[in-house]
């Protein structure tokens, strides 16, 4: 019931593949193990879960009140021997306005931070770069250190040489040298979906970088560095349930949802059931509500564009009046079309008056301040959200009622978003917690 932090000096810089190779050769050991990731993220706990065959939970100081960051954090050390958590960017990076680094949540949290640093092209200079981080903050210290992408014996002793010199009191933990074996590919910000496709591929894959995990990272010392954090365990609920019976997409299309939420969900009483859009599914006719989550449609909007019976079943729905919420990639699909990268454009459900496309692709990535327009499932009129925004797709068309305002972590954009067509609502924006 121990927990630490990987952190890194910076984004891209090997932490999910450390991170979870850790957890499967921890796993390998016999340990029950838990990964979690700090920051608004989809893929890496999928992951960690992968890696660890137990689930993986976001820990957010910006986007989760207290109470849901703390359950979170009791819940993944609760009945596990270890749980190692994965920081955001750089140990110091967050939010715009300087707020929600995986700084701020060691210390909040009280978790020892292990520091994993890619040292390809540089020697002494990383004792540098450590003495940085462990002196930046009076109330942050770095308790271990993880060398990866080390070129040759010769690199390594160099760096040895320099850390013992200018940082004995940091012990050196790791020294993992360069692999291509290391290397995930990358999609959008984040990695590739695992999905069931994929499945074996990783797993194999896990397991030949645990075997170099377990001979070049001292396991034992860091389980030693691990502390009980200061996690309280509650029962409070972050966003609540839409209605008693909530239909939820999940495949490789649409499955950007937040665990700790359908937790809530189920801890409320709701029955929850999972269909695809992707396989042609679909929602249980039964279902009071849908929640269309985001993902990746863009990648599959022919295969979309022509699923008869999930596009029958969701416009049953809207017409007998279920709810129907999407999120980011649901959204886009309510709308009448998606165009892809090629300037190919694809038919959708048409719920919402709205058109999207990637021909030009623009990233849009921020926190966000989130009030509720409308009175619906979601809440009271003026409900109070916090959640983040992260696309490449453009609106080139939208007309209709919108559903939130929203203003970025530093209250510098102000902006009226997302659609509401009676029982059919959507946005861009991912909803983590309620105010």
């Known amino acids: 019931m121990t927990s630490v932090l990987i952190a890194g000096a910076s984004t ?17 050991r016999g340990l029950n193990v838990r990964g979690g990731k700090i920051g608004p993220d989809y893929i890496d706990p999928k992951f960690h879960a992968i890696a660890s065959d137990s ?24 009945d596990s021997d270890i749980t190692i958590i994965e920081g955001v960017m750089g140990l110091f990076d967050g ?6 680094s995986s700084a701020e949540v060691a210390k909040k949290m009280g978790l020892p931070i292990i520091l994993c640093l890619d040292v390809w092209g540089q020697s002494q200079s990383i004792s540098a770069i450590v003495n940085g981080f462990d002196t930046l903050d009076k109330d942050i210290k770095i308790s271990g250190i993880i060398l990866t992408r080390i070129g040759t014996e010769k690199h390594l002793k160099i760096l040895k040489q320099s850390l013992q010199k200018y940082i004995p009191h940091i012990p050196l933990i790791g020294t993992i040298f360069r692999n291509e074996i290391f290397e995930l590919e990358s999609r959008h910000l984040g990695l590739v979906h695992p999905s069931s496709e994929n499945d074996k591929t990783l797993n194999k894959l896990l397991d030949k970088t645990a075997n170099i995990i377990s001979q070049q990272v001292d396991l034992d010392k860091l389980i030693s560095i691990g502390k009980k954090s200061k996690a309280i365990t509650n029962d409070k609920i972050a966003i609540p349930k839409f209605s008693n019976h909530i239909a939820v997409s999940y495949d490789k299309a649409f499955s950007f949802c937040y665990p700790h939420i359908i937790n809530s969900w189920k801890k409320e009483g709701a029955e929850i059931s999972f269909f695809s859009p992707l396989n042609d599914e679909a929602p249980d006719e039964n279902a009071s509500s849908i929640y269309l989550c985001g993902g990746y449609p863009e990648l599959y909007c022919e295969t979309l564009a022509k699923n008869k019976i999930f596009k029958l079943g969701m416009l049953k729905h809207a017409e007998k009046g279920t709810f129907i919420f999407g999120e980011c990639g649901g959204f886009m699909t309510l709308g009448k ?10 038919k ?34 003026n409900s109070l959200f916090k959640g983040h925004e992260f696309h490449y797709a453009t609106i080139t068309h939208q007309s209709g009622e919108p559903l939130f305002e929203v203003n970025n972590a530093c209250n510098s954009k102000n902006e009226i978003v997302g659609l509401v067509n009676n029982n059919v609502i959507g946005s861009f924006i991912h909803l983590i917690d309620k105010i």
């Open 12 to 28: 891209n810089s090997g932490k999910t593949i450390i991170t979870a190779s850790i957890l499967r050769a921890l796993k390998n």
């Open 55 to 78: 689930f993986s939970l976001n820990v957010d100081a910006w986007a989760m009140n207290d109470n849901t960051l703390h359950r979170n954090l009791a819940t993944m050390e609760q």
């Open 95 to 100: 939010a715009s306005d300087g707020s929600a």
């Open 337 to 346: 079309s998606i165009t892809d990268k090629n300037n190919v454009e694809h």
């Open 348 to 381: 959708m459900l048409g719920l919402l008056d709205l058109k999207t496309s990637f021909a030009k692709k623009k990233l849009h990535l921020s926190y966000q301040n989130i009030k509720l327009l409308k009175e619906c499932n979601l809440g009271t009129k």
